[in-house]
């Protein structure tokens, strides 16, 4: 079981100072999640699902606590080794795609492997396989205004599965789509899941999507709880 252990969040706080104010998002946050699992984030506005994802992503420090991944301690890692992190392990969708406009699709599925130091010839084999997989392929030439919506963020999956990460973070991926859209992406990114057997943390307002993850959480008063 702790072997299939991909992140761990233990103790996490995060306090925001807004004036004179303090405010507590995340009072001790707890929260593991294992091998293949899709985990549905879901909680109201405001309440700290992206602090929670960035938090987990390495994208923002813990002020308390600890973020463990694969094993790994990584709250108080250098800038440079959060970076490496991130590029290697950890997958993020956000809700608008933040795909790089001036390249074409099957580009910016390249991107971070090059940065990687793949070699071109690789990384598009790769982003090519990807974009298939996503059945978007033949859109991989065009660029991102040229696509729809649900077609922007089929790329991004695929862009942040790039270079096999050990976790997906997702956060409300498919806030942006209408309902059939949503429906239609959803299920690539989780055959993407199950396929690869990757873990994913997913936040969603949507709870006909909530339903078809393996469990469910919440955020209550700064902790994860079952939903
Ligand atoms: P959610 O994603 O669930 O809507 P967020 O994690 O974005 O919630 O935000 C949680 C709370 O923290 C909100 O009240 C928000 O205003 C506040 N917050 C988020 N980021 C900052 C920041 N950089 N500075 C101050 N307050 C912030
Ligand atoms: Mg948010």
């Known amino acids: 079981m702790a072997d299939n252990i991909v992140l761990e969040l233990k103790a996490v706080e995060r306090h925001y100072v807004q004036g004179q104010r303090k405010l507590t998002i995340l009072n001790g946050a707890e929260f593991v999640l294992t091998r293949g699992e899709m985990v549905a984030l879901v909680a109201p506005s405001g309440t700290g699902k992206s602090t929670l994802l960035h938090t987990a992503g390495l994208l923002e420090r813990p002020d308390a606590g600890d973020v463990i991944l694969s094993g790994r301690a990584c709250g108080r890692l250098s800038d440079d080794e959060r970076t490496a992190i991130r590029r290697n392990d950890i997958g993020f969708v ?134």
Do not use: C, W
Not at 124 to 152: C, F, N, T, V, W
């Open 94 to 227: 956000y809700q608008f795609h933040h795909l790089l406009p001036e390249f074409s699709a099957v580009e910016n599925v390249m991107m971070p492997q090059l940065v990687k130091g793949l070699p071109v010839k690789e990384a598009h084999s790769r982003a090519m396989q990807l974009l298939d997989y996503m059945q978007i392929a033949k859109r991989a030439d065009h660029r991102p205004a040229e696509l729809s919506g649900g077609e922007q963020q089929r790329v991004a999956i695929a862009r942040a599965v790039a270079n096999a990460p050990l976790v997906l973070l997702a956060d409300e991926p498919t806030g942006n789509l209408d309902p059939a859209t949503a429906s239609y992406v959803f299920d690539a990114l989780s055959a993407l899941v199950r396929q690869s057997g990757l873990a994913a943390l997913i936040a969603t307002h949507n709870h006909e999507l909530a339903q078809r993850m393996d469990r469910r959480v919440t955020l209550a008063e700064g902790h994860v709880v079952p939903l």
